[in-house]
């Protein structure tokens, strides 16, 4: 099974930018799917972006033009790059992989927040 291992996570005024990064501990080429997800304190884990292998991408509503998703076959690595950070930004972000069936893997998650 492939091992998910996120970071770059950390705190960030509002407006800042910052770079997740997912590393997979193997290939991610097999999954049609990798994506990102998030969860606030009492609120429900919801999913933030997506891409497929073949590059095409989906964003929540919340984040588009503000997040972007990018994914390294090469490097094993799915990346988020996330700007003009808001406080509802705030969260704890988990980075998943997809297969045809469904998830097959989570990493542990990340915590970012967007504070003065």
């Known amino acids: 099974q492939v091992q998910l291992v996120e970071s770059g996570g950390g705190l960030v005024q509002p407006g800042g930018s910052l770079r997740l990064s997912c590393a997979a501990s193997?290939?991610?080429?097999?999954?049609?799917?990798m994506g990102w997800y998030r969860q606030a304190p009492g609120n429900q884990r919801e999913s933030v972006a997506l891409?497929?292998?073949?590059?095409?991408?989906n964003y929540a509503d919340s984040v588009k033009g503000r997040f972007t998703i990018a994914r390294d076959n090469a490097k094993n690595t799915v990346y988020l790059r996330m700007s003009s950070l808001k406080p509802e930004d705030t969260a704890v972000y988990y980075c998943?992989?997809?297969?045809?069936?469904?998830?097959?893997?989570w990493g542990q998650g990340t915590q970012v927040t967007v504070s003065s």
């Open positions: 193997g290939s991610i080429s097999s999954f049609p799917v």
């Open positions: 891409i497929w292998s073949g590059g095409g991408t």
């Open positions: 998943y992989s997809q297969t045809v069936s469904g998830i097959a893997g």
